[in-house]
């Protein structure tokens, strides 16, 4: 079932977990997380980043990725991850996605709140719920640029929610994009304080290489939405490898199952630590 992020994130709230957002390059991640959701009743999200519209051009797997939310048994929403042009975010909306972020980040804070108040007001028109960033996220979504982290400060978070209106808020605390190159030290501290004053569910971007206790944590203390997108690649990529080396891949659909099966697992793994399995029965 397709619904909109923000009662998913509503419920996540009261409910005090966190939704698992997969990014998907293909079907058969669609396929996979899919799976995933609907054997552990669990909300989820499908989200394609708009620097990876070169692979999966938008026009082809937003549909599919639309119609696999509309046909799914759980309730599914629709994200278009890091926005950065009007026109992409344009598309995705008449697309039928039911969010959008729009990713000002690099923006000084008073140009990243304009920007963010224009989309939202647009947004506003198809009912989509619309996520900002707020200080640097590290890395990039493609690994493209290795961008510093900066850490949201706490009271720029505050205004930023009040003045953009905004659903659901992206916030840095030493998280990256892409595989860390040393473990992760999130900043607990700064998320403590950003629960306290912000109202709205909070967002953490470069999921992967986080350790189980401290998504948990982070579940805890006002994360509402978790991205996940390297390490479905990866777990896809790896699932596919090691059916070639242990002789299981014999034609082409033994190859497309093996893709689903990795993207399946992943899921299934974090669907798990966030705590959304069994948390559909409001939908
Ligand atoms: P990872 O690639 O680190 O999982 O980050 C995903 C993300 O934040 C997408 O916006």
Redesign the pocket.
């Known amino acids: 079932m397709l619904v909109n992020m923000r009662d998913l994130l509503a419920d996540a709230q009261s409910g005090n977990y966190a939704v698992g ?1 997969f ?1 998907v390059a293909n079907m058969e991640m669609v396929l996979g997380v899919l799976q995933a959701a609907e054997e552990l009743n669990a909300p989820v999200i499908l ?1 394609i ?1 708009e620097v990876r519209l070169k692979q999966s051009p938008l026009e082809i797997i937003g549909p599919l990725m639309v119609a696999a939310a509309e046909n799914a048994k759980t309730p599914v929403a629709v994200h278009f ?2 926005g950065k042009t009007a026109e992409k975010i344009t598309q995705a909306l008449d697309l039928g996605f039911t969010s959008v ?1 729009f990713d000002g980040s690099h923006l000084p804070l008073a140009e990243n709140i304009r920007q963010t108040k224009a989309i939202a007001a647009f947004a506003e028109q198809y009912d989509a719920a619309v996520e900002a960033e707020i200080g640097c ?1 590290g ?1 990039s ?1 493609d690994g493209s640029e290795d961008i510093a982290v900066n850490c949201t400060k706490p009271q720029d978070a505050v205004c930023f929610a009040e003045e953009t209106g905004i659903d659901a808020l992206a916030i840095a605390i030493g ?5 860390y190159k040393s473990v992760p030290k999130l900043r607990f501290d700064i998320l403590e304080e950003c629960e306290k004053s912000v109202d709205i569910p909070l967002v ?6 986080i350790s189980p206790e401290d998504f948990v944590k982070c579940a805890k203390t006002g994360i509402k939405k978790i ?7 990866d777990a896809v990529e790896k699932s596919v490898r090691n059916c070639y080396n242990g002789n299981r891949i014999n034609g082409y659909y033994d190859l497309q199952e093996a893709e689903v099966s990795g993207a399946y697992e992943n899921a299934k793994r974090h669907i798990l630590i966030f705590g959304s399995d069994n948390k559909t029965e409001v939908f």
């Open positions: 957002s990014s989200q980043a991850d890091h972020m996220v890395g979504e998280n990256a994009h892409g595989n953490l971007h470069g999921g992967t290489g991205n996940i997108a390297t390490a479905t690649f």
